[in-house]
């Protein structure tokens, strides 16, 4: 049962223009998100979060956006850059109770931004 | 400031061989994971630990163990490799466990199990 998925294996941007990398999930008890990016032969790195009491969180060319309703978050990259070529990584998790911080990640989406 | 720093960056098994990945952090975070990535798939949490002294198992940790010994390092144990172990481990660190301290991973061990 994947709680979280990621269902765009793939993305392909023109420099410039905007990205949106999209996620869902299924389970309504998850009250945060996260996006990581992921380099080769890195680990992944955070990105943006966002709280399940917003609907929106803004760092930069960077922005998520929450519909608890839909259950689903997206990611906007404006402007799209070469070196945000990478992989994205939607993750869930809960804020308390034993959850020690552990997430769901998602399967995660290939980003080309071409020059 | 290194991080997390994990070893070996690559490592060939043979079926039923045994190996440790380890893992270590410079940041004093208590909380810290070893997650495991397998092709086109997402992380997976392997076994977790809020503490020196204190582990817990995640989603798959059927294969693995851990000690958590000391606050800066958490090395994950293979005790009997088998083919399904092939993937790529990734090791991080929180501050907190809650939603605004977010996860600082290692690069990652490649292992392969023949």
């Known amino acids: 049962d994947q709680q979280v998925k990621q269902n765009s294996p793939s993305l392909s941007v023109q420099e410039g223009r905007i990205s949106i990398l999209n996620c869902d999930y299924t389970?309504?008890?998850?009250?945060?998100f996260l996006w990581y990016k992921k380099y080769p032969a890195e680990g992944p790195t955070f990105l943006i979060s966002?709280?399940?009491?917003?609907d929106k969180n803004e760092d930069g060319r960077f922005t998520v956006f929450l519909n608890k309703s839909a259950k689903h978050l997206s990611l906007h990259i404006v402007p799209s850059q070469p070196g945000d070529s990478a992989v994205y990584f939607c993750?869930?998790?809960?804020?308390?109770?034993?959850?020690?911080?552990?997430?769901?990640f998602g399967q995660g989406t290939i980003l080309t931004v071409h020059p | 400031n290194a991080g997390v720093t994990q070893t070996p960056k690559f490592r060939i098994l043979k079926i039923g061989q045994s190996m440790t990945l380890q893992c270590t952090q410079d940041?004093?975070?208590?909380?810290m994971y070893w997650y495991r990535q397998d092709p086109g798939m997402g992380l997976k949490l392997i076994y977790y630990?809020?503490?020196?002294?204190?582990?817990d198992k995640g989603e798959v940790p059927n294969g693995y163990n851990v000690s958590r010994s000391t606050t800066e390092d958490f090395p994950l144990r293979l005790e009997l490799a088998a083919p399904s172990q092939t993937s790529v481990y990734f090791c991080?660190?929180?501050?907190?466990?809650?939603?605004?301290?977010?996860?600082?991973f290692g690069n990652g061990t490649r292992l392969t199990v023949t």
């Open positions: 991080a660190s929180s501050y907190s466990d809650r939603g605004n301290s977010p996860l600082h």
């Open positions: 389970n309504s008890m998850f009250d945060y």
């Open positions: 966002i709280s399940s009491i917003k």
């Open positions: 993750a869930a998790g809960y804020a308390g109770g034993t959850s020690y911080g552990k997430l769901t």
């Open positions: 940041m004093n975070h208590n909380y």
């Open positions: 630990s809020v503490g020196a002294g204190i582990t």
